[in-house]
């Protein structure tokens, strides 16, 4: 027990509660996962009812780090990747980290970060990418100075890092199944920037589910909806599906915002969604509620949490194998799908 007038320290913290020094730690950082419950619960009494902090100076001087998580945002003026920066800043402040966040529009950003990180002593690495193909090798000087790294929806895998992805093939799959159950047999696609792997799985699960379903593939059908592109080519594209000799009856949209354009366009033409079109999106963006539109929702929150936790525990043990975590990618049905025309009263 601690002397009266000293300060107390994680010695004194894991005497008083008759566990090691490196379980309190464990505590401290969040790696609690395969802790027995009464002993979890028994080592926060203690910390709480001595309102104990780290000694963060020590720590570093120990260490040579800094108690700080870095965290690169591929996309910081998109809604998507900012939906998970509290969940990681709040669960990083929980287990004693500070969060320093980094936006790289590309590798050359990506490199810079990386310059940064090093300078500060990070303990660990977050990326949040796009699924675009990027030149890797900055990575290598992390892995090189022991800086633990997690990847979140980047392109490809990687042996030498734990990775956090999402099943793109499969969402678009569920949402043209769920079209067919409907009755739809006319479904397109606008699909997505051409270089980013996102593009091509969900044109590979479009295609599949027609097959899997017996519904014919027609070339017509998949038009543009590249979401970094001006609005207008989304437009442009929803006027040439709407225009064929036999329109659609159902549009997957690349992203919520673009679907956001589609269901304006059809109402434009004097048409309606779902009456005359079903409309379904990606990415579940919250700010587009008022929409009730169907979506394909991106994991990003959870993707988000687990990456902290695995990041925790790569820093507490870094010796454990890699792990390669695929998150559901759930279809939200609201209102703006429905049967096709010809199948309503």
Not at 8 to 31: P, W
Not at 73 to 94: C, G, H, K, M
Not at 129 to 147: G, W
Request: glycine content about 4%; hydrophobic content about 40%; overall charge neutral.
């Amino acid at each position: 027990m601690k002397r009266p007038g000293k300060a107390i320290t994680i010695k004194d913290i894991a005497q008083e509660a008759g566990v090691s020094i490196s379980t309190v730690s464990n505590v401290l950082n969040g790696n609690s996962a395969e802790m027995r419950e009464d002993t979890l619960v028994r080592v926060q009494q203690i910390i709480a009812k001595h309102q104990y902090r780290p000694n963060r100076i020590a720590r570093s001087m120990i260490t040579r780090r800094t108690a700080t998580i870095g965290l690169v945002l591929a996309e910081i003026e998109t809604p998507l990747f900012l939906q998970s920066l509290n969940v990681i800043e709040r669960s990083a402040r929980l287990a004693g980290f500070n969060l320093l966040v980094s936006h790289a529009r590309d590798a050359k950003d990506e490199v810079q970060s990386v310059d940064l990180f090093l300078e500060k002593q990070v303990e660990g690495v977050i990326f949040l990418s796009t699924s675009e193909r990027k030149d890797d090798s900055h990575l290598e000087r992390l892995r090189e100075a022991c800086v633990p790294t997690i990847l979140v929806n980047r392109f490809g895998r990687s042996a030498h890092h734990d990775q956090v992805n999402w099943d793109n093939r499969s969402g678009v799959y569920n949402a043209v199944e769920y079209l067919r159950s409907l009755g739809h047999q006319e479904i397109a696609l606008l699909t997505g920037p051409k270089k980013r792997l996102s593009t091509q799985q969900r044109l590979e699960g479009y295609k599949q589910a027609l097959t899997a379903h017996n519904l014919p593939f027609r070339k017509e059908y998949l038009q543009n909806g590249d979401y970094t592109e001006d609005p207008d080519n989304w437009r442009t594209s929803t006027r040439i599906l709407l225009s064929l000799p036999r329109p659609p009856t159902a549009i997957i949209a690349s992203d919520d915002i673009v679907a956001a354009v589609v269901i304006e366009t059809v109402r434009e033409t004097g048409r309606y969604v779902p009456r005359d079109i079903s409309v379904i999106g990606i990415d579940d963006q919250a700010f587009l509620s008022f929409l009730s539109l169907s979506t394909i929702q991106l994991p990003i929150v959870e993707a988000g949490r687990i990456a902290v936790d695995m990041l925790l525990r790569r820093i507490a043990e870094p010796d454990i194998p890699y792990r390669q975590i695929t998150l559901d990618c759930p279809l939200i049905k609201r209102r703006t799908s429905g049967p096709p025309p010809e199948t309503q009263p």
